[in-house]
């Protein structure tokens, strides 16, 4: 009758250690170094359900007006910064993110 063969991958031992070795201190040199990121308070918008800003006034999603009195802080442990190349607003010229629709400062409609 005819015999099955099995393949096998074939490494060397040798080198796999050696692998395992450098790659680790490189992953915990990584991890120890990485910079600190400054985590802003947050809370959520009453209409679109958001994270937004403390200091927000008016939600830069949806436009809807936030109360002034911000509930407990929601804190993100790591949310990513804003982009360099934002746009302005061109009612009262507030620093906008590019996926802003409405001006967190003011509420204009961003363009």
Known sequence: MGEIEEEKRKYNLGILIILIILCWPVALIYYFTRPKVKVKPLRMCPG????????????????????????????????????????????????????????????????
Request: positive net charge; aromatic residues 4%; contains cysteine.
């Open 48 to 111: 679109c359900g958001r994270q937004i800003s403390l200091e927000f006034n008016v939600c830069p999603y949806c436009g809807r007006s936030v109360p002034v009195v911000a509930p407990t802080p929601v804190t993100v442990t790591a949310a990513p910064a804003a982009p360099s190349g934002g746009k302005a607003c061109p009612n009262c010229g507030a620093r906008l993110e590019l996926t802003a629709k409405f001006c967190p400062n003011c509420g204009h409609k961003a363009s």
